[in-house]
Nanobody, 117 residues
Framework: QVQLVESGGGLVQPGGSLRLSCVAS????????MGWYRQAPGKERELVAS???????NYADSVKGRFTISRDNAKNTVYLQMNSLRPEDTAVYYC???????????WGQGTQVTVSS
């Protein structure tokens, strides 16, 4: 079974930074588009950032200029660097993998990010 394991979440003050990591196993990582999603209490899960197999990136308008997604295929890892964090960024952040040719995508267990003074 595909396994995605997120890490790096925690409590940070407004204006601070965190770096999330997602390590994938039992998947053709280099052939998978990767994404970071988040879900805040009472809200729908939303796409934060994504990166294609070719390295092209997309970001939600709310995080443009503050967050950066990257991937290291040699380490089967995708990262989300989060700077200038705001209380509105508080959510559970999930890693997602989509392998072309397979209908379902795969999810990690999530990691909590809390931005508060």
């Amino acid at each position: 079974q595909v396994q995605l394991v997120e890490s790096g979440g925690g409590l940070v003050q407004p204006g601070g930074s965190l770096r999330l990591s997602c390590v994938a196993s039992r998947i053709r990582f280099a052939s998978s588009a990767m994404g970071w999603y988040r879900q805040a209490p009472g809200k729908e899960r939303e796409l934060v950032a994504s990166v294609t197999t070719g390295g092209s990136t997309n970001y939600a308008d709310s995080v443009k200029g503050r967050f950066t997604i990257s991937r290291d295929n040699a380490k089967n890892t995708v990262y989300l660097q989060m700077n200038s964090l705001r209380p509105e960024d508080t959510a559970v952040y999930y890693c997602n993998a989509k392998l072309i040719g397979i209908l379902n995508s795969f999810w990690g267990q999530g990691t909590q990010v809390t931005v508060s003074s």
